[in-house]
C-alpha cells in the first residue's frame, strides 16, 4: 500500500498546473524511501487541463512516481472531486493540495513525520500568501492561534482554524467523518468536514512552519461560498455544541451583526439572552427592542450595558483585527478564559 497520496481536485485549472506539480516535483519526501502518489480528479475541465496533466503522469511515472488521473465530464464540484480523488488512492496518509496552490519543498515530510503518531488529528501548517499583501488579516489569524485556539476559535469568518490547503491526515479521518459533502458550488465542505472531525472526536494540530503558498485571486473556489451560509452553519453548531451548555449568556455588539444573531437564536435560546454589550456609549443604557414584522410583536428587550459590566458568559460578535489592537485590548482587560468565559463568533 501506498504511505501517502496526494489530493488534487482540479477544475479548469490549466494556468496553475505546472506551478503545482513543481513544487511536488521538488519536495524532499522523494528522497526517502517513503511511496507517494498523485491523484488528481478532473472536475470537468474545459481548458487545457487534461493535455497538461498527462504530461505531468508522464514525467512523474518516469521518475517511479504513481500518477492517477480520474475525474467527470461535467463539473460535480469541490466535495465531489477530493471524494472522487480519495476513492481511487491507496495511501495510509491523505495530503489535500488545492491546484492553484503551491507546496514548500519539505512540506509532505514535515507533516508525514507529525501524523505518524498522530492518527486522529487533522494536521495543518502557517501559510504563506499569494500575492504577499493579500488577506494580511487571514493569515495573521491563521498563523497567529495557540494550540487551544485552533479547537475555540472555530466560529470565525475565517472558517477551519487550519486553512483546508494546508491539511494532512491518517486515512482514517476521512473515513471516520465519511468524506466531504457533496451539495456542489457554494457550499463550504471544508467547514462542515471540520466540525463533523470535531463532533467524531478529532484532535487539530498544526505545523508551526510556513509550508503551503496560499494563493488570492479572482477565481478562487472559497469566493463561490457565501459568507451567509458559513453564518448560518456556525450558527447552528452554537445552538447545538454552546448554548445548551449556557445558563444565560451576553451578546457583545449592539450594532447589526449582535441584533442579526439575536434574531436568529431559536425561541430556547432566546431566552437564555440577558442583554447586550458595547463600548459605544451612544448605545450604552437603551433599551433595544428587537420587532419580528412577521407577528408584528417585539420578540425581546435587552438592555445595552457598557462591555466592563458585562457577566460572562460572553458571545462577540465583534471581527478581530479592526480596531488597531483596542477591541483585543479592551477583551484581555477582563482577565476572561476563551472557551469558558466567552466564545467569539465573527
Not at 514535515?110 to 488579516?137: D, F, V
Not at 428587537?290 to 458585562?310: E, G, M, N, S, W
Amino acid at each position: 500500500m501506498t504511505d501517502i497520496s496526494i489530493i488534487i481536485p482540479i477544475y479548469n485549472g490549466e494556468k496553475w498546473i505546472n506551478n503545482c506539480m513543481n513544487s511536488i516535483a521538488g519536495q524532499t519526501i522523494l528522497e526517502h524511501q517513503i511511496k507517494i502518489e498523485i491523484v488528481v480528479y478532473n472536475d470537468g475541465s474545459n481548458d487545457g487541463t487534461e493535455k497538461l496533466l498527462s504530461k505531468w503522469a508522464e514525467y512523474f511515472s518516469e521518475r517511479g512516481v504513481s500518477f492517477i488521473i480520474t475525474g467527470n465530464t461535467t463539473c460535480k464540484g469541490v466535495g465531489a472531486a477530493k471524494n472522487g480523488a480519495v476513492k481511487r488512492s491507496s495511501g495510509n496518509f491523505l495530503c489535500f493540495q488545492d491546484i492553484d496552490d503551491t507546496m514548500r519543498c519539505d512540506r509532505i515530510y514535515l507533516q508525514y513525520n507529525t501524523a505518524q503518531n498522530n492518527h486522529k488529528a487533522l494536521i495543518g501548517s502557517k501559510i504563506l500568501r499569494h500575492p504577499a499583501e493579500s488577506t494580511p488579516r487571514l493569515v495573521r489569524w491563521a498563523n497567529n492561534l495557540s494550540t487551544e485556539q485552533l479547537t475555540l476559535q472555530i466560529y470565525t469568518s475565517n472558517g477551519p482554524t487550519i486553512l483546508m490547503p494546508t491539511w494532512f491526515c491518517h486515512r482514517s479521518v476521512y473515513d471516520r467523518v465519511g468524506g466531504f459533502v457533496e451539495t456542489g458550488c457554494g457550499t463550504p465542505e471544508d467547514l462542515i468536514f471540520f466540525y463533523a472531525h470535531l463532533d467524531a472526536g478529532g484532535d487539530v494540530f498544526r505545523v508551526n512552519e510556513e509550508l503551503v503558498i496560499y494563493t488570492y485571486h479572482e477565481g478562487a473556489a472559497t469566493f463561490s461560498v457565501s459568507r451567509d451560509s458559513i453564518w448560518n452553519i456556525q450558527l447552528n453548531k452554537l445552538e447545538q455544541c454552546v448554548f445548551p451548555n449556557w445558563e444565560y449568556f451576553t451578546v457583545w455588539n449592539a450594532g447589526k451583526a449582535g441584533r442579526k444573531l439575536v434574531r436568529s437564536l431559536n425561541k430556547e435560546t432566546l431566552k437564555k439572552v440577558k442583554s447586550f454589550c458595547d463600548v459605544d456609549i451612544k448605545k450604552v443604557g437603551r433599551t433595544i427592542e428587537l420587532y419580528c414584522p412577521v407577528k408584528r410583536t417585539v420578540d425581546i428587550k435587552l438592555p445595552v450595558i457598557h462591555f466592563t459590566q458585562a457577566k460572562p458568559p460572553l458571545l462577540i460578535c465583534v471581527k478581530l483585527d479592526l480596531t488597531d489592537g483596542q477591541f483585543e485590548n479592551n477583551l484581555k482587560s477582563l482577565n476572561l478564559v476563551e472557551g469558558k468565559d466567552y466564545i467569539l463568533f465573527s
